[in-house]
C-alpha cells in the first residue's frame, strides 16, 4: 500500500520530528532495538539487568607496577553459521 505523507513526518519507516526555527529534524525508529532482537532470537535476561559487556570484569590490581592481560583467546573459531549469525547482527545495527 502507497500513502502521501505531505507533512514529511515519516519516509521509509523512520519518523521525522522537524524544528524548523533550529533547523534541525530529529529521525526516530520507535521499537526497532526490540524487534531487531526478536528477529535475531534474543531474550532478554529474566533478571531484568543490563549486561554491557560480553566478559566478566577483571578488577584492576591497585599498587601493582604493571597489570597484564588476560593470555590469548583459546577460543574455537567461528563455523558458518557463527560467521553468518555475526554478520547478520552487523548489518541489522550498522547504520544506528
Do not use: N
Not at 22 to 47: C, F, N, S, W
Amino acid at each position: 500500500k502507497i500513502t502521501e505523507d505531505w507533512k514529511g513526518e515519516k519516509y521509509i519507516g523512520i519518523d521525522l520530528e522537524w524544528d524548523y526555527l533550529k533547523r534541525q529534524v530529529h529521525l526516530h525508529m520507535p521499537d526497532y532495538i526490540r524487534k531487531a532482537l526478536d528477529e535475531l532470537g534474543y531474550t532478554l535476561p529474566a533478571h531484568g539487568r543490563r549486561q554491557d559487556s560480553p566478559h566478566p570484569h577483571i578488577p584492576p590490581k591497585y599498587g601493582a607496577k604493571q597489570q597484564f592481560a588476560a593470555g590469548p583467546d583459546k577460543s574455537p573459531a567461528l563455523d558458518k553459521a557463527g560467521l553468518k549469525f555475526i554478520q547478520q547482527v552487523v548489518g541489522k545495527f550498522l547504520y544506528l
